[in-house]
């Protein structure tokens, strides 16, 4: 059985900064795309950054300059620094991430940590 378990949210004023942190655990093989997704009241749940395996990193042009996504392979574990946070930023976050179990690939999901930017 595969966990995401993500850490880190909470209510931050406008400019401040969090660090989520989503650690994957149980029978993984290997771990490729890692990613963030929000999710805000009454809108679709949109993407926010991924990173490959290989380091490699896309972001929302919503969160380009101010969000920086990072992984450690060693702790199965992706990181989400949010610095000059904005009332639109809030949301449930949600960590994804495609990996591979025995021979199957496949995505599996977090439970989601609410952030909420408000003064």
């Known amino acids: 059985q595969v966990q995401l378990v993500e850490s880190g949210g909470g209510l931050v004023q406008p400019g401040g900064s969090l660090r989520l942190s989503c650690a994957a655990s149980?029978?993984?093989?290997?771990?490729?795309?890692m990613g963030w997704y929000r999710q805000a009241p009454g809108k679709q749940r949109e993407l926010v950054a991924a990173?490959?395996?290989?380091?490699?990193?896309n972001y929302a042009d919503s969160v380009k300059g101010r969000f920086t996504i990072s992984r450690d392979n060693a702790k199965n574990t992706v990181y989400l620094q949010m610095n000059s946070l904005k009332p639109e930023d809030t949301a449930v976050y949600y960590c994804?991430?495609?990996?591979?179990?025995?021979?199957?690939?496949?995505?599996?999901w977090g439970q989601g940590t609410q952030v909420t930017v408000s003064s």
């Open positions: 994804n991430a495609h990996l591979q179990v025995g021979f199957v690939s496949n995505d599996y």
């Open positions: 149980g029978s993984i093989f290997s771990i490729y795309t």
């Open positions: 990173i490959t395996s290989s380091t490699s990193t």
